[in-house]
């Protein structure tokens, strides 16, 4: 009989766990309140710019390294699945080299730009190549492979793991819940991060981010057509309202970015759809670990997509090695 395991969650981080556990052969069960085509505030997946640019501050370089070389494989054997390579060009206000940025060593064409180049108040950049997703295209896509592998898919809200546990009588959960967290695996350290954004039809072709004082970028959407201009970071707002006045201070820092590449936008008929979602973080970083007959994986703020493989690949590493031998109590890898 083949062992069971229960995934808590259906974002980004529960479906990439679910399909390396179910790739190994185990019954898997993912229990959530949404799946892939659903909308609302609850959780942040669909709403992701999905581009596969690590925080620098965020660490957990292993994880992010193994994500990558995920997608970038799947970029090369299955475009199909909203995964592409894309030209990035990444830009900071507060540092004034590129020293910290440990990823310019994995990251193709990775060059410095010089300083006439870049956007007003920014005193580094540099262009690489990098994956990036298209949510609405790849959610579904991940969907799909998990009916293909058999796993059950139950739509509910759960009140605990130990429920988790008894509906699917699975023998390890993976926690995977997001915000969900806070609750479910009674971590105080977990804060939602609301973040809204607009989608507009346009051909513009490669990822353009600024961090430090701001944070603004422009990412293409492959099969829509269309461009996500954002951003904005709130941290425990959870309305979903859309605060329209947001969309003149997105724009004018999206075309200070860019040389006006968007000027020609009219906020009042371009603007084919306002995203809001939160992201679920931890306040002391990212948790994965072994904790009984649970496995945790949470906290990625949003990065979830940077690292999604990469702590699918340790949750099923942990998941495996417990299966395999007595329970320790709490493990780490």
């Given at each position: 009989?083949r062992?069971?395991v229960?995934?808590?969650?259906a974002g980004?981080?529960?479906?990439?766990s679910?399909l390396?556990l179910?790739?190994?052969?185990l019954s898997?069960?993912l229990?959530?309140r949404?799946f892939?085509?659903?909308g609302?505030?609850g959780?942040a997946?669909?709403y992701?710019g999905?581009?596969?640019i690590?925080?620098?501050e965020?660490?957990q370089k292993?994880?992010?390294?193994?994500?990558?070389a995920?997608?970038q494989r799947?970029?090369?054997?299955?475009?199909?699945s909203?995964?592409?390579?894309?030209k990035a060009?990444?830009?900071?206000?507060?540092?004034?080299?590129d020293?910290?940025?440990?990823?310019?060593?994995?990251?193709?064409?990775?060059?410095l730009l010089?300083?006439?180049?870049?956007?007003?108040g920014?005193?580094?950049g540099?262009?690489?190549?990098t994956?990036?997703a298209?949510?609405e295209?790849?959610l579904?896509w991940l969907?799909?492979k998990?009916?293909?592998?058999?796993?059950?898919?139950?739509?509910?809200?759960?009140?605990?793991?130990?429920?988790a546990?008894?509906?699917?009588?699975?023998?390890?959960?993976?926690n995977?819940s997001?915000?969900?967290?806070?609750?479910?695996?009674?971590?105080?350290?977990?804060?939602?991060?609301?973040?809204?954004?607009?989608?507009v039809?346009?051909?513009?072709?490669?990822?353009r981010l600024?961090?430090?004082?701001?944070?603004?970028y422009v990412?293409?959407?492959m099969f829509s057509g269309g461009?996500?201009?954002?951003?904005?970071?709130?941290?425990n707002?959870?309305?979903?309202t859309?605060?329209?006045?947001?969309?003149q201070?997105?724009?004018?820092?999206?075309n200070?970015?860019t040389g006006n590449?968007?000027?020609?936008?009219?906020?009042?008929?371009?603007?084919v759809?306002?995203l809001?979602?939160?992201?679920?973080?931890r306040?002391g970083g990212?948790?994965?670990?072994?904790?009984?007959?649970?496995?945790?994986?949470y906290?990625f703020?949003?990065?979830?997509y940077?690292?999604s493989?990469?702590?699918a690949?340790?949750?099923?590493?942990?998941v495996?090695?417990t299966?395999?031998?007595?329970?320790t109590?709490?493990a780490?890898?």
């Amino acid at each position: 009989m083949r062992e069971k395991v229960a995934v808590v969650g259906a974002g980004i981080i529960g479906l990439a766990s679910a399909l390396l556990l179910a790739e190994e052969g185990l019954s898997v069960s993912l229990i959530a309140r949404e799946f892939p085509g659903d909308g609302g505030i609850g959780w942040a997946s669909p709403y992701a710019g999905a581009t596969l640019i690590p925080p620098p501050e965020m660490g957990q370089k292993e994880m992010a390294k193994e994500s990558i070389a995920w997608y970038q494989r799947l970029a090369k054997e299955d475009p199909s699945s909203g995964v592409r390579t894309v030209k990035a060009t990444e830009y900071f206000t507060d540092r004034d080299n590129d020293d910290s940025i440990w990823y310019k060593d994995i990251m193709p064409d990775y060059k410095l730009l010089p300083q006439g180049v870049l956007p007003p108040g920014c005193k580094v950049g540099y262009s690489f190549q990098t994956c990036l997703a298209n949510p609405e295209v790849f959610l579904p896509w991940l969907k799909t492979k998990l009916e293909g592998l058999g796993v059950k898919f139950i739509r509910t809200e759960i009140g605990s793991l130990i429920e988790a546990e008894e509906l699917t009588g699975a023998s390890i959960v993976v926690n995977a819940s997001g915000l969900g967290a806070k609750s479910l695996a009674n971590d105080a350290a977990v804060a939602g991060y609301r973040g809204q954004t607009m989608f507009v039809k346009s051909d513009y072709d490669e990822v353009r981010l600024i961090n430090g004082a701001e944070y603004t970028y422009v990412i293409p959407r492959m099969f829509s057509g269309g461009v996500v201009l954002g951003g904005i970071s709130q941290e425990n707002n959870f309305d979903d309202t859309v605060d329209t006045s947001l969309r003149q201070d997105i724009l004018q820092r999206v075309n200070r970015m860019t040389g006006n590449a968007f000027a020609h936008i009219n906020l009042e008929t371009d603007v084919v759809k306002d995203l809001v979602g939160v992201r679920p973080g931890r306040k002391g970083g990212i948790r994965v670990e072994l904790d009984g007959s649970t496995v945790h994986a949470y906290g990625f703020k949003g990065a979830g997509y940077v690292y999604s493989f990469g702590a699918a690949a340790k949750v099923k590493r942990l998941v495996l090695a417990t299966l395999q031998s007595p329970r320790t109590g709490l493990a780490k890898l």
